[in-house]
C-alpha cells in the first residue's frame, strides 16, 4: 500500500467535499444582505437581581430615555423600535449595519481571533455602545460585543431595564431567505441572575431604503410631553 498516496487522495476527497459546503455557506450569508423591517420580538429568561430590579422600578421614560437627547442607549434599544428599517451590508473582512433609528453606522470587524476588546469602537459617534468584533459560524455572522457604557438598556420591547459596564452581547445573525432572526445574549451580573435572550424577527424589504433620521435635541426631548416640564433634561440615572 502506497500510504502517501493513499493519504494525499484523501486530502483532495475532503477537499472536494468540502468546497460545496463552504458554496453554499457563502451563498446562505450574502442572504443577510438587505434591508429589513422588525417583524415581532421576544424576550426570554428575564430574571432580575434585587439592584436590576429596583433600577427598573424607579424608571421613568420621559426622563430616563437618552434618546430624548437623541442619543441611543443600546443596540438593543435601537432594534426594539419598530417601524425604522435596518440594513445588513457584507464585505470581505467587515460587516455593515446600518440603523435608520438615530442614524447610526456601525462597522464590525470580521477576523479570526479577535477579540472584541482589542476592536475599535463600533460606532465611533457613539463609543458607549462599545467594541465589537464578528466571526461566522456557517453562515450565521456572530457579532460579540464589550466595553458598554452602564446606563439603560431598554425603553420599548422591555422597558426599564438598565446594563451595567460589566454587560456583555453576542449577537446572532440568522439567514433564512426573506427572513433573518438577530438573536442576542446579554450577559449582566449586576443586573441579571442569568443571561437574558431576545431575538428579532425581520423581513426583508425587497426595495427598502434607509432615510435620514435628523434628530434634533431640541424637539425631541420630553418637554413636548407636559409643558410644565424643566426646559433641560434631567441626566440620565446611574450614569
Known sequence: MNLPRLVAGCGVAALLVSMPVLAYAQEKRAELQGVWIVDGTKTENLKLTPEGAAARARYDHLHDDPAMRCIPATFKRVMHTPSPPIEVKLHGDYAEINYEFMDIHRRVPIKAGLAAKDAPYT??????LGRSAGRWEGDTLVIESTDLK????????????????????????????????????????VNFLEPVTTTFNYLKLPDGQLLTWDCVPEEAGYE????NAPKQPLPIRGQ
Open 123 to 128: 460606532v465611533p459617534q457613539f463609543p458607549h
Open 150 to 189: 452602564a446606563g439603560l438598556l431598554d425603553s420599548l420591547g422591555d422597558p426599564g431595564l438598565w446594563q451595567s459596564d460589566q454587560m456583555q452581547t453576542v449577537e446572532r445573525f440568522v439567514p433564512n431567505g426573506n427572513r433573518m432572526q438577530v438573536i442576542v445574549r446579554m450577559t449582566d451580573p
Open 224 to 227: 413636548r410631553f407636559n409643558e
